[in-house]
């Protein structure tokens, strides 16, 4: 069973609309949760990070998270073509442990 | 304040031959990444030093890949001899020391290596 799981896509949303990334993990003492943008031939560059259950906000980003439910998501709002890329979920599973997913690709169209 | 610096940006050597790669992290970092990245899959952690500590090398092919990290700060990474599915992007990164925002992980540009 793979540790952190995404939908690999590529998810597909018109420009302005919001476009919904989501993770799950199965590792329930993990604290720390993060999302990383990479864009083709590019190098992951770190956009949210989330560490308390609900909601965490940053411009048109939005990270979810639910312990519970071991779910953390991250929503863009009013997409851009510029939103095109990968993004990977990171998990950290306790000291120094960090599980990367292995990223949702997700088109915005002009 | 300088990000992670990694060289060479590009390499294609042939198998059976050896490679190395360089990482400079961010000053202040204690804790320094080394992934392997294979396009379409998310990075894969190699290793992973604290200061000049090992934390985990659980997925090192330790048959033909090698990491120091020297005096705590920058690091090398080499591969003798490579092999074709060696070719991948072998991304740095380095984080703080502690909890929370200090396991935010920044990367370098990566090296891309082919090998043919």
């Known amino acids: 069973q793979k540790e952190v799981e995404q939908n690999s896509g590529p998810l597909s949303v018109p420009e302005g609309a919001i476009a919904s990334l989501n993770c799950t993990y199965s590792?329930?003492?993990?604290?720390?949760f993060f999302w990383y943008r990479q864009y083709s031939g590019k190098s992951p560059e770190l956009i949210m990070s989330?560490?308390?259950?609900g909601d965490k906000e940053d411009g048109r980003f939005t990270a979810q998270l639910n312990k519970a439910s071991q779910y953390v998501s991250l929503l863009i709002r009013d997409s851009q073509p510029s939103d095109s890329a990968t993004y990977l979920c990171a998990v950290n599973t306790g000291g120094f442990k960090t599980i990367f997913g292995a990223g949702t690709r997700l088109f915005v169209k002009a | 304040e300088a990000g992670v610096a990694q060289s060479p940006r590009y390499k294609i050597i042939e198998k059976r031959q050896s490679v190395a790669f360089w990482c400079n992290p961010i000053s202040g970092h204690a804790t320094l990444y080394w992934y392997q990245q294979i396009l379409g899959q998310g990075p894969k952690l190699l290793i992973q030093?604290?200061?000049?500590?090992?934390?985990?090398d659980s997925q090192l092919p330790k048959d033909r890949f090698s990491a120091e990290r020297l005096k705590g700060v920058d690091s090398t990474l080499k591969i003798q001899p490579a092999k074709l599915e060696d070719s991948a992007v072998y991304l740095c990164?380095?984080?703080?020391?502690?909890?929370?925002?200090?396991?935010?992980?920044?990367f370098g540009p990566g090296t891309r290596l082919t090998v043919t």
């Open positions: 990164a380095s984080s703080g020391y502690g909890t929370g925002d200090s396991y935010e992980q920044y």
């Open positions: 590792d329930r003492v993990s604290q720390s």
């Open positions: 989330i560490y308390s259950n």
């Open positions: 030093f604290q200061n000049n500590g090992v934390v985990d």
